[in-house]
Every structure is written in structure tokens, then in C-alpha cells.
């Protein structure tokens, strides 16, 4: 029997998480996925690696700061790029790019961005490949967890860390067990905007072309396009990178036409494509192209609260990056406030502060 069990492995949960454990609870995380980080997200590939969720961070408010500064200093984390760059689209070439000094400087991981989401794991029980199918209340007032493995577990508390459409997905069956019909609609509220991520390597010789084209930009956001919202340079994160490896997000419509689709390859040709046009004529044709579909990959309309909670019928808290807002400085800061609540349903010990990653470095 744990005191917290906690579903879903993404920043939000892995914040709660923390927050929980070093608070004294005993606190599960089940994670559906092969790894940790949710939508921060790193596929290996032969002989490097590429971030097909969420690119770089940006120190948009303290947490952030505080934690890339650490990151920064284990090596985890380095500038990659500080200027904002633009292509806007249709009256362009390449020479149409506009740049400004970026705001909010953005850092990567050169190991890939999963290794800011391993790091906040520190000392965590994650469960992975496990994904929770259903959620009952027993009589003798324990959440019940079937997962799609063999393994079930009982647990006091519940906190749910998953896009909110998935969490109403799990949580509707709770209705007739005495969940609130204004929890239920506050999760139905919150609708996502989808992305498809295509992964492109190219040729050897290309590291040669990209370097004379010497770009300004590593990163760069498309302007008004109907198929590409953003292109980056993922192998100008690694040093040395033998190859070109680029990734491409989609728009929201573009994405919305391929929910179903179970080959994703041609839709991903069109965006090497698309991209050919706007930028230079090599990248049509990729010697590999992966694609990625996030359904939930950017919420469209978040929640005004940083976490719902309830005590009926017994205590659950839903959080993640569409609670009070859309980007992952909201998803740890959910975290933080769905720990807060879920330690006022239970024993109400002391909590960490909100930089719980100081304790690693205090260990080491
Ligand atoms: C392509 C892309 C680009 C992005 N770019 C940026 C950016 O530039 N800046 C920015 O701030 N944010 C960006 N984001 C958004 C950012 O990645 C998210 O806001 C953040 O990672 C969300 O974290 P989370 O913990 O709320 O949810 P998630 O990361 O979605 O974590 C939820 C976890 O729950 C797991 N799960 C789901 N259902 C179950 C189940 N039934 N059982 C067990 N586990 C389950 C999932 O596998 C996942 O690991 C981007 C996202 C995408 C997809």
C-alpha cells in the first residue's frame, strides 16, 4: 500500500513526485511510456539522439532559472541559442529571416532533453511501462490501479499527471462512485492542439553544406505557414555532430488531418518537403524520416487553477501544464500546488522547498 501513487512520469508529476517523497510519504510513480519526461521527449537513433518534444528551456520564471543554472553547472544543460528567429511565410527565402535578441535564452541538452526529466527522477520508485487502465474506490476507502501489465496496486492518495482529455478518459467511470459532475466538466474544459514531429538525418556530406551556408539561426519559428509551425537544427546541440539531424514541428491544422493515420511517413515527407521550399532544396530528401504524433501536445484552453482537487470520493489531484497555463514552467509549478494539496488531504508533514533539487547536490 502506497501513501501516494502518482500517474504519469512528465515534469508535473515528477515535481509532485519529488515534493511528496522528500516530504516522507511513500510515493509510486507509473509511468506508461519505455522512459521519463512525457512530452520532453529524446528518440536515440544510430549514433546520436534527437528531442522530438519540447526543443530547449527557457528560464521563464524562477523555477526554471534556478533549475537550469544547476543543470548548466553538471553539464546537463547549455546555451543553445539567444536570439529569436523568424521566417515568415509566404513572401520569403531564406535571406527573410528576421532575428532579435531573445528574451528568454534557450538551453539544451546535448545527451538529449531527457536528461532534465532523469535528473528530477532522482531516488523516485517509477514504474515504467505501466499503463494505468482503470481507477475504482474499495470499500475500505483505498484507490484501487489496474495497470496493463499484471500488476495492480492499492494507494491513499492519487494524483494524476496526464493531459486533462486522457484524465477524464480514466476518471469518467468515477461518476457513479461519487465523483463530481463540476470536477469531470472543469477536465472536459481543457482541449489540446495536437503537433506531428518529423525527424530528419541526412547525408555525411551535408555537415559539409550547412556549414558554408552559415546560418544564423539553430532555431527557427515559421510565421503563417499551414504545414511547418517550427524548424531546428537538433545536431547543432551536439558537438561535432557528423551529420545533419533536423526536426520539424507541425501546425496544430496540419496535425489535425493525420489524428488516424496509421502511416505517418508520407505526412512527414510533406513536411521535408515544405521545408525544402522555404529553406534549401537538400533537405527533400532525407536518408531517414521519422515521425511522432503528439495528440495532446500543446493545451489550447488551460484551467485559470494550478491543480483541481477533491476528496470525494476519496483524495485525488489532477495536474500538468494545462493548469494555469501552457508551457513547462506551468507543468513543474503544478506539480508544486498538486503536492500541496494532496499533503492537506493526508498527514500534512513538511514539505520541501519549492527547489527540491538542492537535497541531490547536498547528497553528492
Ligand atoms: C513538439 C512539442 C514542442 C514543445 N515545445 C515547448 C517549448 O518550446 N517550451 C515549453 O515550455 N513547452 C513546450 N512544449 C510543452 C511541454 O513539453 C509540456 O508543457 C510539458 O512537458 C508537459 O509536462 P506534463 O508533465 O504536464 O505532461 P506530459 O509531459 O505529457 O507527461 C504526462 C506523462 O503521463 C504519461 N501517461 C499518460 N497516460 C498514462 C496512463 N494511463 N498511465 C501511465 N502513464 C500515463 C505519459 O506517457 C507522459 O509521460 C512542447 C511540447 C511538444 C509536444
Known sequence: MFDVTIIGAGLAGLTCAQQLHQAGYRVVVLEKSRGVGGRMATRRLDNTCADHGIPAVEARGKLLQQLIEQLSDRGILQLWTDTVNEFPTPHSSVTSVTQSPAKFPRYAAPMGITAVAKFLSTGLDIRLNQR???????????????CDSPDELTTKALVIAIPAPQALMLLTPLAETGLSADFLNSLHSVKFNPCLS?????????????????????SLTILQDTDLAWIGI???????????????????????????????????????????????????????????????????????????????????????????????ESAMNSGLAGAVQVNSQLQQLSLPREYFWEVFSSRE
Open 198 to 218: 518529423a525527424i530528419a538525418g541526412y547525408p555525411v556530406q551535408h555537415q559539409h553544406d550547412l556549414e558554408s551556408l552559415k546560418l544564423s539561426w539553430k
Open 132 to 146: 494505468v487502465e482503470e481507477i475504482t474506490a474499495t470499500k475500505e476507502q483505498n484507490w484501487h490501479l489496474t
Open 234 to 328: 537538433d545536431s547543432s546541440k551536439r558537438p561535432h555532430a557528423p551529420s545533419p539531424v533536423f526536426v520539424l514541428h507541425s501546425t496544430a491544422a496540419f496535425a489535425q488531418r493525420y489524428l488516424d493515420t496509421t502511416d505517418l511517413k508520407p505526412a512527414g515527407q510533406q513536411m521535408v518537403s515544405r521545408a525544402a521550399q522555404l529553406l534549401f532544396p537538400w533537405l527533400e530528401t532525407p536518408d531517414w524520416l521519422q515521425v511522432h504524433r503528439w495528440r495532446y501536445a500543446f493545451p489550447k484552453t488551460p484551467l485559470n487553477h494550478n491543480c483541481l482537487a477533491t476528496t470525494a470520493p476519496l483524495p485525488l489531484v489532477c495536474c500538468g501544464d494545462w493548469c494555469g497555463g501552457n508551457l513547462i
